[in-house]
């Protein structure tokens, strides 16, 4: 509202452009800073192409995650129940299949389905209660991690070699769960830009209450958006527990995939605010904090102190975005 | 016309209504505690409920200066952990060196805050960001400087703050050490709050920092030491589970989101503007409460967290909701 | 124009008969009728409280009557919710916009209305459509641009348009020329005839005579819930209107000035400048009022917050009471004597949910040690309480939450929370904005009184008459400048010229 801001955009008309160009930037970036550290560590082998498949292999479980988190957060919710999700979903899986190929049909389809379920709760919960949606699903992921740990103590079950095709098969030198990261980055990319959903999502975002006079029914939105949250998070688990042939009650808090999600979607340029940004950014985040990881791997640093670092990381990267903006933040 | 007649008759009825239902659900609670432990009625058995429930108590108060300026410290259950396992660490169980130690990890959790407050407040990151981020960064500290198990031992002098309990005192008959920290840290705490300039002005500043900026109002500072008293407050509180359980790498666990559920119960708003000291210990009290009746019912720890939980939707609920009844 | 003759023919777009509506404990409207003909600009007004929105919220579907009807071309219809009355083709533009800042002009226009099948949009079409309501208004933007970098006039081009997307047939526009200068005014009211020439039936709501005169073909006065009258434009004047409104004749609206003694200046700029701003020369004598005005952008609310330092001037230099200096933060600037009334007041003036005491207390407050005790007197000796009777702060208690106060009584809070600390500086932006005329009447006073005392006051101002009757001097900005001086007396046609850039001589240097 104030003349000055209204002075500082110069008086012609900004049009958006330039989308592509931040992301491109962080992933150029990444990589060669990567390449830097792999060089100077003596590790050139990690710069080939089993070297940058290695590298992405190790972000997609964050990377599906954040394509669900960046439509929670764009439609202006977020989700902390990610992380709990993805350790349901994996050791759901794996104590359903306990090693059979004739249940890796009905095992998946009950986890995404009761993934979608956790969604749909959560965003009920946001819509219907109007609850905070921190605490809403911060609340959600205590009673299932809670539920969760009562039932299970340790890796549970486990699942048959036909299902580990999903994290270890390839297609040419690519493997699957990399192509179907990119996939539904894909998808979701074009369900944003090009349906009336994704117009939905940025204006339920960007103004709950104009969407809502101008006829949108942004409570459906929401929940719509918190389904696929969660679904995405669903999906990981099972992308887990092929990948470590067993779930634990664990696995999705070790991976910090709440706070992780969330720290690539607003690295990516997604306002938390909502109704602003979009899934390269959010991809982009994604291989900056690959190749971190792997510097981290590759200078050899100590496992906790790598978690001292990555905190550390979450903090500065947001900082580099939140710095420039203008008024206060809590 | 009648309207009014009817008004005043229901008057007691809408007072009642107006009373936060946590007090409620912790009058509820105790007495169902009183059924459930035969001597729990006695001045043995109110003390030792609240020698358990001091930690909490203290960093929910702590957290209640954050969050009524509408932000988040979800650092201060790996706090605990770090003031914990550094002080065993430190000490090494000589008794000579636990003051330096507290000296030393009260220094370190300063630090800690002061460096959330400065990014939160010139950085401009979201402290639910910045301090979960801190939660990361501590506890990798934590474990690093441990070597990922519990070492280390605390000896008794620095144990009694946990776990001594003052004998043949008038009228409550038996006093524990914690309940006197307890008492004092919450009585800084309410002059902080109530009764200095910075209390008022931390509601202000939740409410509308903008503003506040413009009046003149050292933004910035105030949150900086906002931040400062929940850091110390989980210190304290460390230091108190230091004693009552001893080193463990899990002491701090989920205190950061009981803290939060505390202030729920207690009435504090998220995202500030509103809150108080004395609801926030009942608020921590009633979830104390809580977790002695579901222990006492023989509920394992998981489905305790999975509760509280639930709680904490129902709360925020219940508070969304009563807000709607106000306008 | 023959608006009136095709008006005359026409049977009422809408017609609202007998709408009573009450809230608990109040009625808020009693028996008001209200209609309005295609190709008709009905003006609506009355002071805050006088159920003029209520009245909106009726036709926008989001109240029900509790009794009366509403005829749509003739044929009664019930609205229960906005969704329907927008089906209707009734729009409301708010005075809070409803777009989205960060998406462009197209898709803000087409939102919840996007074209295309399948769920899929058509881009191309959006934007071709965009375009040619663009075109229509003469806007020198494109579909593309982000809603948010566009000017608010801008972006109100943007909301009726979005509004006509939905085919409405009624348009109620609330207070859209508040937030405008003179020539996006002009603009403005340019384009509601337009849309009037084309046979929309247009609610017009302001508190500006000026506009209401300017385009309105009725005028209708609410007062208190109950309608006063409904006069023909030709019929009447802002005279008779501001009568109605306020229900007595309003004397002394603008306050007498007093000769001023001569004296040192209090403020002196010099070649001040930053980012928005350049060159800015002038003094500030204690006991007179000055009015900045000047066009939206032209630098006036910018050299405001250069002199709080809110948005310090970064060249030049400023002396306050004979020290230079130069105040980098409000608090600076308050420590310095200077006090800042902002032109935003919910974002930036008020702790909504705080009470009128806390609000009141603020600039006290900043300038306390921060874990001293927390006072309720003023420096000068006064209690808080006296000073919000002094201001005529009407509340129900002084610990009511300040949102729940008229936009008046907010103000003079906001003032009193200055008062309190007595600055010899008081820069005032947008004092009057968005409140009644008894509280602009009231504010007026109390700015006049604070000069008398021996204090300075800079108010900055978009309202021109508003400048006129209250300044002893008039600044005149255009593109961050100053763009020169005028005494007391000088006319609006004086004012326009200089802020329009036409240089003459009427500034000594």
Redesign the interface.
């Known amino acids: ?4 801001a ?4 110069p ?6 452009s330039g989308a592509w160009l931040a992301p491109a930037m962080i992933v150029l970036c990444s990589l060669a800073a990567y390449c830097v550290a792999a060089a100077a560590t003596h590790q050139t082998g990690q710069i080939s192409v089993d070297g940058f498949v290695g590298l992405i292999q190790r972000t997609v479980a964050l990377g599906i995650v954040a394509l669900g988190q960046t439509l929670a957060i764009l439609v202006g919710s977020i989700d902390l129940s990610v992380a709990t999700l993805v350790s349901v979903g994996a050791v759901m899986a794996s104590w359903m299949m306990q090693g059979q190929p004739d249940m890796m049909v009905p095992a998946s389809l009950f986890v995404l389905a009761l993934s979608a379920l956790v969604g749909v709760a959560n965003g009920l ?1 946001v819509t219907q ?4 949606p ?3 699903t ?13 039932s299970f103590q340790d890796f549970a079950g486990s699942v048959p070699k036909e299902f580990q095709i999903f994290a270890y098969g390839t297609v040419g030198p690519v493997t699957l769960s990399i192509l179907l990261m990119f996939a539904l980055a894909l998808v979701e990319w074009l369900a944003l830009s ?7 999502v ?2 339920t975002g ?2 709950p ?3 809502r ?4 029914k942004t409570a459906r939105v929401v929940v719509l958006a918190h389904m696929l949250c969660s679904l995405a998070a669903g999906l990981t688990g099972l992308y887990l527990a092929s990948r470590l042939r067993s779930g634990a009650p664990w696995v999705g808090r070790d991976g ?1 995939y709440d ?1 992780e999600s ?2 690539v979607v ?1 690295i990516g340029g997604t306002v ?1 605010a909502g ?2 940004g979009g899934v390269w950014g959010t991809m982009s985040g994604v291989i900056l904090f690959g190749c971190l990881d792997a510097i981290f791997t590759m200078a050899g640093v ?1 496992a ?9 990381i ?2 500065a990267a ?2 580099a975005y ?2 420039r ?1 203008k ?4 | 016309m009648t309207a009014i007649g009817s008004a005043a008759r229901f008057a007691p009825v809408r007072l009642l209504g107006r009373i936060h239902p946590s007090y409620a659900a912790l009058l509820v609670l105790l007495i169902a505690i009183a059924f459930l432990t035969p001597n729990f009625l006695s001045p043995l058995g109110v003390m030792a409920f609240l020698r358990r429930g001091a930690s909490l108590a203290i960093v929910s108060v702590g957290q209640l200066f954050v969050l009524s ?4 410290d979800l650092s201060v259950g790996s706090l605990i952990t770090l003031a914990v396992m550094g002080s065993a660490l430190m000490i090494n169980n000589d008794p000579a060196l636990t003051w330096h130690a507290i000296a030393l990890v009260y220094l370190m959790g300063i630090g800690s805050g002061l460096f959330l407050g400065l ?2 407040s010139y ?8 301090s ?10 934590a ?2 400087w441990s070597g ?1 198990s519990p070492q280390g031992y605390l000896p008794d002098n620095f144990r009694q703050f946990g776990r001594v309990t003052y004998h043949d005192v008038p009228i409550i008959q038996v006093l524990p050490m914690s309940v006197v920290v307890l008492a004092v840290f919450v009585a800084i705490c309410a002059w902080l709050f109530h009764g200095t300039t910075f209390g008022r002005l931390a509601l202000i500043v ?1 409410d509308n ?2 503003a506040a ?1 413009l009046a003149g109002v050292r ?1 910035r500072l105030v ?1 900086i030491v906002g931040f400062l008293v929940s850091a110390v407050s989980a210190v304290t509180a460390g230091i108190l589970l230091g004693g009552f359980a001893g080193p463990a790498q899990d002491v701090g666990d989920g205190f950061e ?1 009981q803290a ?1 559920a505390a202030n ?1 119960l207690g009435g504090t708003q ?3 503007g509103r809150g108080s000291v004395a609801g926030v210990v009942a608020g921590s009290l009633t979830l104390t409460a809580l977790f002695t009746v579901l222990n006492l019912i023989g509920l ?1 720890k ?12 129902a709360a ?2 219940y508070s ?1 909701r009563r807000q709607g009844w106000e306008k | 124009m023959g608006a009136g003759l095709s008006m005359a023919e026409a049977a009422p777009r809408f017609e609202m008969r007998g709408i009573r509506r009450t809230f608990p404990g109040v009625v808020a409207l009693d028996d008001v009728s209200f209609s309005c003909a295609a190709g008709e600009v009905h003006a609506l007004c009355g002071e805050n409280g006088a159920g003029k929105s209520t009245l909106i919220k009726v036709l926008g579907g989001v109240h029900q009557p509790d009794a009366g009807t509403i005829l749509l071309d003739g044929k009664p219809v019930r609205l229960n919710h ?2 329907e009355a ?1 089906r209707h083709g009734i729009s409301i533009i708010h005075q809070e916009l ?7 002009v197209a ?1 803000n226009i ?5 074209p ?1 099948r399948l ?3 058509d ?1 191309a079409a959006m934007r071709a459509g965009a375009e040619t309501w663009l075109r229509r208004f003469g806007c020198r ?2 579909a ?3 809603a948010g ?4 006039a ?1 972006q109100q081009v943007v909301e009726i348009a ?1 509004a006509l997307v939905f085919n409405a047939r009624i348009l109620v526009m609330d207070e859209p020329t508040a ?1 405008l200068d003179e020539t996006e005014t002009e603009r403005l009211l340019a384009l509601v005839r337009q849309l009037r020439a084309e046979g929309v039936a247009i609610v017009f709501i302001s508190h500006r005579m000026r506009h209401l005169f300017a385009v309105a073909d009725t005028i209708t006065v609410l007062k208190d819930g109950k309608l006063v009258g409904t006069r023909p434009r030709g019929a009447t004047s802002p005279e008779e209107i501001v009568r109605m409104m306020v229900g007595r004749e309003l004397k002394d609206y603008y306050p007498a000035r007093r000769a001023r003694a001569p004296g040192a200046p209090v403020l002196t700029v010099a070649g001040g400048g930053n ?2 701003i350049e060159g800015i020369g002038f003094e500030l004598y204690p006991g007179e009022i000055v009015a900045v005005a000047g066009l ?2 032209s ?4 050299l405001g ?1 250069a002199i709080f330092g809110a ?1 310090p001037f970064s060249r030049g230099q400023m002396v306050v009471g004979g020290q230079a200096v130069r105040p980098n933060t409000p608090l600076d600037a308050i420590r310095l004597g200077i006090g800042y009334v902002s ?2 007041r919910k ?2 003036g008020l702790a909504l949910r705080q009470s009128v005491l806390e609000n009141a207390l603020l600039a006290m407050r900043g300038i306390a040690a921060i874990f001293s005790r927390p006072g309720r007197t003023a420096p000068r000796g006064r209690g808080i309480d006296q000073l919000l009777r002094e201001v005529d702060v009407r509340a129900a208690g002084y610990d009511q939450q300040i949102r729940l106060l008229s936009g008046g009584n907010q103000q003079k809070t906001v003032l009193a929370r200055w008062l309190a600390l007595a600055p010899r500086i008081l820069v005032c932006a947008e004092p009057t904005r968005g409140i009644d005329v008894a509280a602009k009447a009231a504010i007026y006073r109390l700015l006049r009184a604070y000069a008398d005392s021996g204090k300075a006051v800079l108010t900055i101002t978009s309202d021109l008459p508003e400048a006129i009757g209250i300044a002893d001097r008039l600044l005149v900005m255009h593109e ?1 400048r100053l763009a020169g001086e005028l005494p007391a007396g000088a006319t609006e046609e004086d004012v326009v010229a200089l802020a329009a850039g036409h240089q003459f001589e009427a500034a000594p240097a």
């Open positions: 509202m104030s003349e000055a209204a002075i500082a955009a008086a012609r008309a900004r049009v958006r919960i209660l109007r609850v905070n921190l605490i809403a911060l609340g959600v992921g205590l009673v299932l991690q809670g539920i969760l740990s009562a090009r349906t009336r959903f994704g117009a939905h940025y204006a960007g103004n209450e104009g969407a006079l101008a006829g949108i910090v706070l969330i720290a607003v938390l109704g602003k100590d906790f102190i790598k978690q001292v670092l990555r905190g550390a979450v903090v947001v900082a939140a710095y903006t008024g206060h933040v809590a | 300026m509408g932000g988040f990014v939160v950085l401009k990151v979201p402290s639910i960001i910045a979960l981020g801190a939660l990361l960064s501590i506890k990798g500290v474990l690093a990922g939740g920092p903008r900026d933004v949150r989101l939060i729920v998220l995202l500030g394992p998981p489905l305790r967290d999975a509760v509280q939980g639930g709680i904490l939707i925020v609920a969304v | 906005p969704l927008r409803s777009l989205l800042p960060e998406r462009s898709d087409y939102v919840g209305r996007e295309g769920g899929l949009l881009r933007f494109g593309d641009a982000v970098s566009l000017s608010i801008e979005k937030a980012e928005w939206e952008g630098g006036k609310a910018a917050r948005a032109d935003d974002a930036e961050g």
